[in-house]
């Protein structure tokens, strides 16, 4: 991670720390922005909501609006990106930034060949493929209401594995 994103991922658990009533949009942006076709291979949210975790281990933040606010943010975005390759296709392989990683849609359609809607569930857990399989699963048609059980159910543990941890490890501490 760079001096700057840890700069700024300091300060936005900070942020949270002493805002509290700001944590479950703040983590549903997260979330959202992390399982977004583009934003996501920008923005690596996911370290950011591990320290989260932490923070409501620390806090008197409920757990269970700030981790429905991450399984709806997580959902959200991919449904996005379903529907951005849905409407799109091909082309969308051609802006930026997956214009500069050229690789990873043909390796997302590969994964989704042979894994069909448990590679859209799979997805959400392997850095590079968060990023480009629900638009893969757009570009390929898939029928929405797989898309949709693969990607709620992948995001509800999704949620649960980078907020928990950290909310029980602090648990553990304090």
């Known amino acids: 991670m760079s001096a700057d994103l840890a ?3 300091a300060s936005l658990l900070a942020f949270l720390a002493q805002h ?3 944590a479950a949009p703040v983590v549903f942006a997260l979330a959202f922005g992390e399982s977004l076709a583009f934003v996501s291979l920008l923005l690596p949210a996911t370290v950011i909501l591990l320290g989260a975790g932490g923070i409501l281990g620390a806090s008197e933040i409920p757990f269970w609006p700030v981790w429905t606010a991450a399984a709806a943010g ?3 975005g991919d449904w996005f990106s379903y529907w951005l390759g849905y409407h799109y296709k091909d082309a969308i392989g051609r ?3 997956l214009s500069r ?4 849609l043909p390796r997302g359609h590969a994964f989704f060949v042979k894994w069909g809607a448990l590679g ?3 997805g959400r857990f392997f850095g590079p493929l968060r990023s480009v399989m629900p638009l893969v699963a757009g570009i390929c048609a898939m ?3 797989p898309f949709q059980i693969a990607n709620v159910a992948s995001a509800v543990i999704w949620a649960t594995v980078v907020l928990a ?6 648990g553990w501490v304090l």
Do not use: E, N, R, T
């Not at 990683?101 to 990873?104: E, I, K, M, S, Y």
């Not at 941890?165 to 602090?170: L, T």
């Open 7 to 9: 700069h700024h991922s």
């Open 20 to 22: 509290q009533g700001w």
């Open 74 to 76: 997580a959902a959200a």
């Open 95 to 97: 802006l930026w930034p």
């Open 101 to 104: 990683h050229p690789d990873l």
């Open 120 to 122: 859209v569930f799979l």
């Open 143 to 145: 029928p929405a209401i």
């Open 165 to 170: 941890p950290g909310k029980v490890a602090v």
